[in-house]
């Protein structure tokens, strides 16, 4: 494992060597931007650990951290551990039941509040008696203000460091069950994740899109850790809104993100060119290239040299399709507790339907029941203030068990089938893994988002919201008539390749759509599978009495 800076001791390096670099890219609403030098990032997160350090709070102090991605999400960070504290991030999506939770749990000693949308109801759960500093695009709460605070304090003059052992962290799950806990992560476990971006061979000339919540692990991995020990630029998305605009602001050379957006970004492209005709295209030499560089650089995705897709399964389809276009989608595997380090498929080596071998320094096997065990350089020191769940975690050799279940193959590389809990038992006794029929259903171009149930049934189920180019279909002519025997067709494909016990009784179109915000999605987009069966759960007895392969809810 690399024996490099740690993420400090490499920011002091920039801060010295490349003052004048850009860094850090902020939109500020309405078109402008505000840019950041090493030098000017590195002096607001100097001024603000001056200030830190003057509040007297004890050694060692849990400060929250709670907005969007913005640099100053970043400079924050920076800032708290060279005030000798340790950050743990909210999501910017919570709940308020949520964020006193995690406030009261952690006992933090103050909240850094910023961008935020929707803050009126997640405020009551932060206490009124936490102290709070707002910095810019902070919703209009109380709290002291950045540029109060920017302008009275003097930069910190020395350049603390921290020794590897020092509890740098605390992410808290997204909670798919129960109530979140702590993941403690050191500096070096943190650090040790540096090799990712070193076996891509990141260098300071790449250039990444932070969108994917910062305070989730894997743009904690790819993005701060990454960004801090290689120097590369950072933008920052606005909104969901601006998103592809924002893409095409950056021009990625990086570029990672979730199924859902993958498969969003397919069914745009086939909305304006019909499959048949993108084949077609696809298939004439000369225009072949011309077609791929359109879309890539229509998609904002025409520099990206590594692009990768994680959180959950991403059908072979949808890689073959990105893969004719010229981006190979790279799959990688990790959690919390491993700070995102354990599994990727490599450029030239990839294996559809694996998330490919384990990283440099990470040791894999199968355990008990199928289930993944995985030790890597950068699996937690445990979940904080909670020593039983801590024990649970491991084995005794030191392996976290991920709660996965999986297969290895001869050459090592790792095929996730399924959770452990998410297994359930059909009334005839047979247990079904539904990830794996998931993923099969999501190939269906007018599908966006899917999930089996049937716990204690004859047959599973399957729940499904569509794609906009499957709702814009039901509202043409006989759009509807059409697609239902299209989904019938693509339930008796799946089925004719599922074990009997497997096979689904039925597809439920449902309308809404399942989001991190209606509580149906974590904030990375996981389903969350207890509430989604809660809210649709009055209507199964009806639906399995329809004897309807396709039921429109």
């Known amino acids: 494992m690399s024996t490099s800076p ?6 002091y390096s920039f801060e010295k060597n490349r003052p ?159 109530v979140p806990k702590g993941v403690m992560h050191s500096f070096g476990t943190m650090c040790a994740s540096r090799a990712l971006v070193e076996d891509l061979h990141v260098t300071s000339e790449d250039r990444m899109l932070s969108y994917l919540p910062l305070s989730h692990v894997f743009e904690r991995t790819i993005v701060e850790t990454g960004s801090f020990c290689m120097g590369f630029q950072v933008f920052f998305a606005e909104s969901l809104e601006t998103f592809v605009k924002d893409l095409q602001r950056a021009r990625p050379t990086l570029f990672v993100s979730v199924p859902r957006l993958w498969l969003k970004f397919q069914a745009g492209v086939n909305e304006k060119m019909p499959p048949k005709k993108l084949n077609r295209l696809l298939s004439i030499p000369i225009v072949s290239g011309i077609v791929k560089k359109k879309i890539l650089t229509g998609l904002g995705l025409d520099q990206v040299r590594f692009a990768g897709s994680g959180s959950a399964p991403i059908p072979g389809p949808v890689i073959d399709w990105y893969r004719r276009l010229g981006l190979d989608l790279l799959e990688g595997y990790g959690m919390s507790e491993n700070f995102s380090y354990s599994h990727m498929t490599k450029p030239g080596q990839m294996k559809v339907g694996t998330v490919g071998t384990p990283q440099r320094g990470v040791e894999h096997r199968i355990g008990e029941g199928g289930e993944i065990l995985v030790k890597s350089p950068c699996n937690t020191i445990g979940y904080y203030k909670q020593p039983e769940l801590t024990k649970e975690l491991f084995t005794p050799d030191g392996f976290v068990k991920t709660g996965d279940q999986g297969e290895i193959d001869a050459s090592g590389n ?49 729940l ?40 689904l009784e039925t597809l439920v179109v449902v ?23 809660k809210k649709y759960g009055g209507n199964v007895e009806t639906w399995y009495r329809a004897k309807t392969t396709v039921i429109w809810a």
Request: aromatic share 6%; net charge neutral; no cysteine.
């Open 20 to 178: 004048q670099a850009r860094w850090l890219i902020q939109p500020m609403g309405n078109g402008a931007v505000k840019e950041f030098t090493f030098a000017e990032a590195m002096a607001e997160a100097r001024r603000l650990a001056t200030h830190l350090k003057s509040l007297g709070l004890p050694p060692k102090s849990n400060i929250a951290l709670f907005s969007k991605n913005t640099a100053w999400w970043l400079i924050s960070d920076i800032a708290i551990w060279m005030a000798g504290h340790i950050s743990v991030p909210l999501y910017p999506t919570l709940t308020a039941e949520t964020i006193g939770q995690i406030l009261d749990h952690s006992e933090s000693r103050l909240i850094i509040i910023g961008k935020l949308d929707g803050f009126a109801a997640m405020e009551p759960g932060i206490p009124a008696s936490l102290p709070r500093i707002l910095t810019p695009l902070a919703p209009n709460t109380r709290g002291e203000a950045w540029d109060t605070i920017q302008k009275a304090s003097a930069p910190m003059a020395e350049s603390p460091t921290r020794p590897a052992d020092d509890l740098a962290t605390i992410i808290y799950t997204s909670g798919t069950t129960g």
């Open 464 to 503: 499904a919201v569509l794609s906009l180019k499957g709702k814009n279909r039901l509202t043409a002519g006989e759009g509807r008539q059409q697609l239902e025997a299209e989904l019938k067709a693509h339930i008796d494909d799946i089925n004719a390749k599922l074990d009997s016990h497997e096979q």
């Open 414 to 462: 790792l095929r996730i089938t399924g959770r452990v809990k998410e297994l359930f038992k059909t009334s005839k006794g047979k247990y079904v893994a539904p990830a794996p029929i998931e993923n099969r259903l999501l190939t269906h171009p007018d599908l966006e988002q899917a999930m089996v149930a049937g716990a204690n049934q004859g047959q599973p189920f399957a």
């Open 6 to 11: 740690l993420q400090l001791e490499s920011l």
């Open 511 to 533: 309308t809404d759509e399942w989001t991190a915000e209606n509580g149906l999605l974590t904030p990375t987009l996981k389903l969350k599978r207890s509430a989604i069966e």
